[in-house]
C-alpha cells in the first residue's frame, strides 16, 4: 500500500478546513456528509472513524482527520478489499504513535480477558460495535424473519421473538434494555439499521457475555435516532372501512337525530379545545417548517465549500494527467484517470444532493407562506 504524499496531505488539508473546524478539531456530524457520500457500508464507515479517533474524543484533528481521509479514499478507490483491523506503521502519526500503542495494549488485554472470561474471576468483556460483512449477512436474513409492517419496521414483540429463537443465554430484560439502547425517542417500531445493531449486541451477549452498553458511540446518534418516515398502507382500506360504516350508521339515524347532536356540541368548551388544539399543532408545523429551513440552508452553504475543494481537486488530479503524460510509466497515467473518474463521480454527487436540499427549501419557504 502506498504511503501519504505530500499533495495527497495538502488535498485533506483543503477538506479539513473547508468544514470550519473548532479548536483544530472536526465533529462527527461535520464529517458526516463526506461519510455518506462515500456510498460505503456504515459498518466500514464506524470501523474507519473508530481506527481515525485514536484519543476517542469523538472528534477529528487534522492528523485523525488525514487518517479517515486516506483510508475512505483507499476502499472508494478498491486500493484495498477491507479495512485494516489496525493503522499500519507507515499512516500512524508521530504524535500519536504513544497513543496508539497503549490502544493496541488495552485491545490485548481485552482479549485475553475474553479468553480467561470462563474462570469467572475477570470483568465482562467490552462490545465490539464493528459488524463484519459475514454477520451482516446472518442479521439481514433474521430481520426479514422479524419484519412485522410492510414499510419495513419492527415493534419489539416481534424482534424479542426472533431473539429468543436464536440467542438462548439471553434474557428478556438483556432484550428490552437493547431495545432501549437504540430505541431512545421511545418509537413503537425501528428501522433496519438499528434492528442490526440490536441483533449485533445480543450475539455478543449470548456468545461471550460482554457488557450492554448505557450509551452509544457519536457516530451512530443519528443512525438510532432517525425519526422514521412510514407509511400506513392501510389507511386507505380504513378509511373506505370507516366510510361505509358511517354511512351505515348513518342511514339508521333520522335527520333530527343529527340535528341534535349538531346542536349539542356547537359552542360548547369541547369544541373551543378542539379548536385550540388545531391552532396550536399548526402553530408547531410552521416552527418546525422554520427551523428545517434554516438548517437546510446551513447545510446547503457547507456542501458547496465542499463541492468547491473536490473541484479544485479534481483540477490537480487534470494537471497531474497533463504532467503525467511526458513520464516513462503508463500506470501512474492509468491510476490518475482512475482518481479523476473517482472524483467526477463524488461531485456529480454533491452536486445532485445540493439541487435536492434547494428544492426541499424551495418547498419548506412555500409552505410557510402558505401557513401564513
Same mark, same amino acid.
Given at each position: 500500500?502506498?504511503?501519504?504524499?505530500?499533495?495527497?496531505?495538502?488535498?485533506?488539508?483543503?477538506?479539513?478546513?473547508?468544514?470550519?473546524?473548532?479548536?483544530?478539531?472536526?465533529?462527527?456530524?461535520?464529517?458526516?456528509?463526506?461519510?455518506?457520500?462515500?456510498?460505503?457500508?456504515?459498518?466500514?464507515?464506524?470501523?474507519?472513524?473508530?481506527?481515525?479517533?485514536?484519543?476517542?474524543?469523538?472528534?477529528?484533528?487534522?492528523?485523525?482527520?488525514?487518517?479517515?481521509?486516506?483510508?475512505?479514499?483507499?476502499?472508494?478507490?478498491?486500493?484495498?478489499?477491507?479495512?485494516?483491523?489496525?493503522?499500519?506503521?507507515?499512516?500512524?502519526?508521530?504524535?500519536?504513535?504513544?497513543?496508539?500503542? %497503549?490502544?493496541?495494549?488495552?485491545?490485548?488485554?481485552?482479549?485475553?480477558?475474553?479468553?480467561?472470561?470462563?474462570?469467572?474471576?475477570?470483568? @465482562?468483556?467490552?462490545?465490539?460495535?464493528?459488524?463484519? @460483512?459475514?454477520?451482516?449477512?446472518?442479521?439481514?436474513?433474521?430481520?426479514?424473519?422479524?419484519?412485522?409492517?410492510?414499510?419495513?419496521?419492527?415493534?419489539?414483540?416481534?424482534?424479542?421473538?426472533?431473539?429468543?429463537?436464536?440467542?438462548?443465554?439471553?434474557?428478556?430484560?438483556?432484550?428490552?434494555?437493547?431495545?432501549?439502547?437504540?430505541?431512545?425517542?421511545?418509537?413503537?417500531?425501528?428501522?433496519?439499521?438499528?434492528?442490526?445493531?440490536?441483533?449485533?449486541? #445480543?450475539?455478543?451477549?449470548?456468545?461471550?457475555?460482554?457488557?450492554? @452498553?448505557?450509551?452509544?458511540?457519536?457516530? #451512530?446518534?443519528?443512525?438510532?435516532?432517525?425519526? *422514521?418516515?412510514?407509511?400506513?398502507? *392501510?389507511?386507505?382500506?380504513?378509511?373506505?372501512?370507516?366510510?361505509?360504516?358511517? *354511512?351505515?350508521?348513518?342511514?339508521?339515524?333520522?335527520?333530527?337525530?343529527?340535528?341534535?347532536?349538531?346542536?349539542?356540541?356547537?359552542?360548547?368548551?369541547?369544541?373551543?379545545?378542539?379548536?385550540? %388544539?388545531?391552532?396550536?399543532?399548526?402553530?408547531?408545523?410552521?416552527?418546525?417548517?422554520?427551523? %428545517?429551513?434554516?438548517?437546510?440552508?446551513?447545510?446547503?452553504?457547507?456542501?458547496?465549500?465542499?463541492?468547491?475543494?473536490?473541484?479544485?481537486?479534481? %483540477?490537480?488530479?487534470?494537471?497531474?494527467?497533463?504532467?503525467?503524460?511526458?513520464?516513462?510509466?503508463?500506470?501512474?497515467?492509468?491510476?490518475?484517470?482512475?482518481?479523476?473518474?473517482?472524483?467526477?463521480?463524488?461531485?456529480?454527487?454533491?452536486?445532485?444532493?445540493?439541487?435536492?436540499?434547494?428544492?426541499?427549501?424551495?418547498? #419548506?419557504?412555500?409552505?410557510?407562506?402558505?401557513?401564513?
Amino acid at each position: 500500500m502506498p504511503k501519504l504524499e505530500q499533495f495527497e496531505i495538502k488535498k485533506y488539508w483543503q477538506i479539513f478546513t473547508g468544514l470550519v473546524p473548532k479548536d483544530n478539531k472536526v465533529t462527527h456530524d461535520q464529517v458526516l456528509p463526506i461519510l455518506h457520500n462515500s456510498k460505503l457500508d456504515s459498518s466500514i464507515l464506524n470501523k474507519i472513524w473508530f481506527l481515525a479517533d485514536i484519543d476517542d474524543d469523538d472528534n477529528l484533528d487534522f492528523e485523525e482527520f488525514v487518517i479517515c481521509m486516506r483510508l475512505i479514499f483507499d476502499m472508494v478507490n478498491h486500493n484495498t478489499d477491507s479495512v485494516p483491523d489496525r493503522l499500519p506503521d507507515w499512516l500512524i502519526p508521530g504524535s500519536k504513535a504513544d497513543l496508539v500503542k %497503549k490502544r493496541e495494549s488495552a485491545n490485548e488485554r481485552r482479549s485475553g480477558s475474553y479468553e480467561r472470561s470462563d474462570a469467572g474471576n475477570s470483568s @465482562p468483556p467490552e462490545l465490539e460495535w464493528y459488524i463484519s @460483512p459475514s454477520d451482516k449477512v446472518r442479521y439481514e436474513s433474521l430481520y426479514e424473519q422479524c419484519r412485522s409492517s410492510l414499510d419495513g419496521g419492527v415493534t419489539f414483540s416481534s424482534l424479542s421473538s426472533v431473539a429468543n429463537s436464536q440467542f438462548h443465554n439471553v434474557s428478556s430484560r438483556d432484550i428490552e434494555q437493547v431495545w432501549k439502547l437504540v430505541n431512545p425517542k421511545n418509537f413503537s417500531t425501528i428501522d433496519k439499521d438499528p434492528v442490526l445493531y440490536v441483533l449485533h449486541i #445480543l450475539k455478543q451477549r449470548n456468545d461471550i457475555g460482554v457488557k450492554i @452498553p448505557t450509551i452509544v458511540p457519536t457516530s #451512530l446518534n443519528n443512525v438510532f435516532s432517525k425519526e *422514521r418516515q412510514s407509511t400506513d398502507y *392501510r389507511s386507505e382500506g380504513q378509511s373506505q372501512k370507516s366510510d361505509s360504516s358511517q *354511512r351505515n350508521s348513518g342511514s339508521e339515524r333520522t335527520e333530527g337525530n343529527k340535528e341534535s347532536n349538531d346542536s349539542a356540541t356547537k359552542g360548547t368548551d369541547w369544541e373551543v379545545l378542539s379548536l385550540q %388544539k388545531e391552532l396550536a399543532n399548526l402553530e408547531k408545523e410552521l416552527a418546525e417548517a422554520v427551523a %428545517k429551513t434554516s438548517s437546510i440552508k446551513q447545510s446547503s452553504s457547507k456542501f458547496k465549500l465542499i463541492q468547491s475543494q473536490f473541484e479544485e481537486l479534481l %483540477k490537480f488530479k487534470q494537471h497531474q494527467i497533463s504532467k503525467a503524460s511526458d513520464a516513462p510509466s503508463a500506470l501512474n497515467l492509468i491510476g490518475l484517470n482512475d482518481d479523476i473518474d473517482s472524483l467526477e463521480s463524488q461531485v456529480s454527487v454533491l452536486e445532485q444532493y445540493s439541487a435536492n436540499r434547494r428544492s426541499e427549501l424551495q418547498q #419548506l419557504r412555500q409552505e410557510i407562506h402558505n401557513f401564513r
